[in-house]
């Protein structure tokens, strides 16, 4: 039986553009896209000016703290009685002879201006200890030093303060001057503001990221290596994917608990006691704890990396009878080291900026002198931005901008080293 023909579709009336409602419809697509250029623009302007506020206080404050004033201290040393014995000088025991000497006394009395102000910082005595022991023959003369100004004559050497008309004396007598403070890069933490520097958190942080880099990267690449090239594909890789995947976005704060439990806890087995591994606040175990941060984030751009290396490498390698070894360290390996070496970069930039884990493990202590080795005691630029922030000194205010514009610089050159590999030595297929 044939079915009976289906009756034709009514014909659709063609779209009158020039009708008011068709109008109406257009305008508010036209007035739309309009709103969400807007949107997009205003978005843009806005993070624009939080970075430019941003910078421009950091350069604003932190631009005085890369200066420095000092003040010209005249010292007569044979008439001022100080029982020195030469050969002392040349000794490890020099400190403790010129302090037994009474120089920071001295150093002091000569400091003292008008009324109850003084003109050299608290630390000027060293200054004065360091340049004899360097040059111990001006303890036969009279003799002219340059010390770091007190933070009264400081301040007053820029206009402000109760310091300024002692400041326009030392000036116009020719025994004050302002120059870049070199100090500032060669010093480390110290109660005086004036005296303060960055070196010793400097170096901390260099042997820190050096520990996380050693550890990170080659347990990262590895592991990527073996779950992309290596791992069957069941379940249970599935699991350690979403398991890498979660702990990349892990709170930073979490693995510092970890480190404190694993590198700086104690543990009961078998009635024995074992732990801590290493001694608190050390660079070890800083370098330890962020080497787990930023492992996943190593992992997944190196797995990214890995994957992106098309397969008819592989195949044409295996093809001339290399094998699966050589097929991953002679080929494949070096075609995705570009996406590797950018992921680990930025995953030490982001380690480098830490601040959180670190302060768990206790490396904000007051370290006055810089780590020499992996197990002293050390603390990190950024803990030492957080604690001289804290201090209430106009002088910390300034040093915290200053360190905070050398945490930027850092992490900019950090960056555009990552875009300089990504595009030196990126492949496109």
């Known amino acids: 039986m044939n079915k009976p023909a289906a009756s034709p579709a009514p014909e659709r009336a063609p779209t009158d553009w020039k009708a008011a409602a068709m109008q109406k419809r ?6 739309a896209e309009r709103r969400f250029k807007l949107f997009g623009m205003l978005a843009v302007i806005l993070s624009a000016a939080f970075l ?20 010209a201290l005249t010292f007569d040393f044979p008439k001022l009685g100080m029982a020195i014995d030469r050969a002392h000088l040349s000794t490890p025991g020099a400190d403790l002879a010129l302090s037994g000497a009474g120089l920071q006394d001295k150093v002091e009395t000569a400091a003292l201006g008008t009324g109850d102000t003084s003109l050299a910082a608290n630390s000027a005595w060293i200054t004065v200890r360091e340049r004899i022991k360097a040059h111990p023959a001006i303890l036969d003369g009279p003799a002219t030093i340059w010390v770091p100004a007190s933070t009264a ?5 820029r206009g402000q303060g109760a310091g300024k008309a002692d400041a326009e004396r030392l000036r116009q007598a020719g025994r004050l001057r302002s120059g870049f403070n070199w100090g500032f890069f060669s010093e480390s933490n110290s109660n005086d503001p004036v005296a303060v520097g960055i070196w010793g958190a400097l170096k901390g942080s260099l042997l820190t990221m050096l520990v996380t880099f050693l550890i990170a990267f080659p347990v990262g690449v590895l592991s990527a290596i073996y779950l992309e ?33 694993v590198f700086l806890g104690t543990w009961q087995i078998g009635g024995h006691t074992f732990g801590p591994l290493f001694p608190r606040s050390a660079a070890v175990v800083g370098g330890l704890t962020l080497a787990l941060m930023i492992m996943p984030v190593i992992v997944i ?39 590797i070496l950018t992921g680990t970069i930025i995953g030490m930039a982001r380690a480098l900026g830490e601040t959180a884990p670190l302060l768990l493990i206790g490396m904000r202590a007051f370290i006055v002198n810089p780590p020499h080795g992996f197990t002293d005691p050390a603390t990190v630029l950024p803990v030492q931005i957080f604690l001289w922030s804290d201090e209430v000194s106009r002088g910390f205010v300034e040093k915290t901008s200053a360190a ?26």
Do not use: C
Request: hydrophobic share 55%.
């Open 26 to 31: 257009i305008r508010r697509r036209y007035a």
């Open 52 to 71: 430019a506020f941003l910078i421009f206080t950091m350069v604003a404050n932190g631009a005085r703290g890369f200066v420095r004033s000092e003040v």
């Open 153 to 157: 004559i400081e301040m007053g050497a």
């Open 229 to 261: 090239e290596y791992a069957p594909k069941n379940r249970w890789t599935d699991l350690i994917e979403v398991s890498i995947n979660n702990l990349a976005a892990v709170p930073s704060i979490i693995f510092g608990l970890l480190g404190l439990a």
């Open 301 to 339: 751009a190196s797995r990214n990396a890995i994957k992106g290396v098309p397969p008819s490498i592989r195949d044409a390698a295996l093809g001339i009878g290399a094998s699966r070894i050589q097929v991953v360290f002679h080929h494949v390996l070096p075609l995705a080291m570009p996406g």
């Open 404 to 429: 905070i514009i050398v945490l930027l610089v850092f992490l900019l050159a950090m960056n555009g080293l990552a875009i300089y590999l990504r595009n030196k030595f990126e492949t496109r297929w």
